[in-house]
């Protein structure tokens, strides 16, 4: 069953931006948390973003700070990524999750309960 869907993935040359959604359907508790995450062949899931559904705290790997920018729009139940002076070795599918409670790490791949089919994001030197 389809809960999150990413979309806004594509091509972008070097040094370019994308913003990346993901609505979400499934219901869970009022307080949990939203995060981004990306994969490029032959390595681990990585965590990008992460932000408090209620409060709005938002928490970022050091490879993206200052670059990324998550967000929400709780009207839409929508989660966003807004990725600047984009990077070849950006390059992966990013993927946005969600959890049922908020969680301890956020960073941990193992405290999100759902997963989006994911987006491809291809930088171009």
């Known amino acids: 069953q389809v809960h999150l869907v990413e979309s806004g993935g594509g091509l972008v040359q070097a040094g370019g931006s994308l913003r990346l959604s993901c609505a979400a359907s499934?219901?869970?508790?009022?307080?949990?948390?939203m995060g981004w995450f990306r994969q490029a062949p032959g390595k681990e899931r990585e965590f990008l973003a992460a932000?408090?559904?209620?409060?709005?705290?938002?928490y970022y790997a050091d490879s993206v700070k200052g670059r990324f920018t998550i967000s929400r729009d709780k009207s839409k139940n929508t989660a966003y990524l807004q990725m600047n002076s984009l990077k070849p070795e950006d390059t992966a599918v990013y993927y946005c999750?969600?959890?049922?409670?908020?969680?301890?790490?956020?960073?941990?791949?193992?405290?999100?309960?759902?997963w989006g089919q994911g987006t491809q994001v291809t930088v171009s030197s």
């Open positions: 999750a969600k959890s049922k409670v908020y969680p301890i790490v956020v960073a941990a791949t193992t405290a999100y309960d759902y």
């Open positions: 499934v219901r869970t508790s009022s307080n949990y948390a």
């Open positions: 932000i408090s559904w209620s409060g709005g705290s938002t």
